[in-house]
């Protein structure tokens, strides 16, 4: 006698795996649509990545280069010539405007890498300068971004002897 076995799902548990995943999808969905802070952490990434960038640009071509930031974004800017010597004649490579839920940009001359609580206001230290040296090294600097409800807060910092740049949540 041959019996054979099927395998594979019931129409009960298939209605079932559907019925959580669209409750689950139902909670999720909105919440990353509407997530408070979104242009933050691009703006953020954006930046991050500029100065990373300019880091390796600095290396390869020889070349000072520096984002200048205001309260409205930043201008991406090489030195005129290449050279050692700081630069006193600077060529705009192109501009990033911040985005409409960045509410502030802050500037200080340290990187703060322990949150320290202090709540810089808009606008803080601005405009300023972060410039990367051709020997890849960079000015020390912490960048403070955030949305208008304060609930998406992040700093931005730069090491000063490797021109490194880190991402961290709140200040």
């Known amino acids: 006698m041959n019996v054979r ?32 802070g979104a242009g933050v952490d691009t703006f953020a990434r954006r930046l991050e990545n500029e100065l990373s960038e300019l880091r ?5 071509t020889g070349r000072w280069e520096q984002i200048r930031l205001d309260v409205d974004g930043f201008d991406v800017e090489e030195a005129a010539a290449p050279g050692l010597a700081e630069p006193t004649e600077w060529n705009l490579v192109r501009r990033i405007e911040r985005s409409n839920e960045v509410e502030t940009i802050a500037y200080d001359p340290r990187t703060v890498i322990a949150a320290s609580g202090a709540q810089p206001s808009s606008g803080t230290g601005l405009p300023a300068e972060i410039r990367f040296s051709p020997d890849g090294s ?20 730069v090491m000063r002897a490797t021109g490194a740049t880190y991402v961290l949540d709140g200040w």
């Open 138 to 157: 960079a000015q020390s600097a912490t960048i403070y971004i955030g949305d208008a409800a304060g609930q998406n807060l992040i700093r931005l910092v």
């Open 56 to 60: 390796i640009r600095a290396t390869a």
């Open 5 to 36: 076995r099927q395998s594979g799902f019931t129409m009960v548990e298939l209605m079932v795996t559907i019925a959580i995943v669209g409750v689950v999808a139902a909670i999720a969905v909105p919440r990353a649509m509407h997530r408070s």
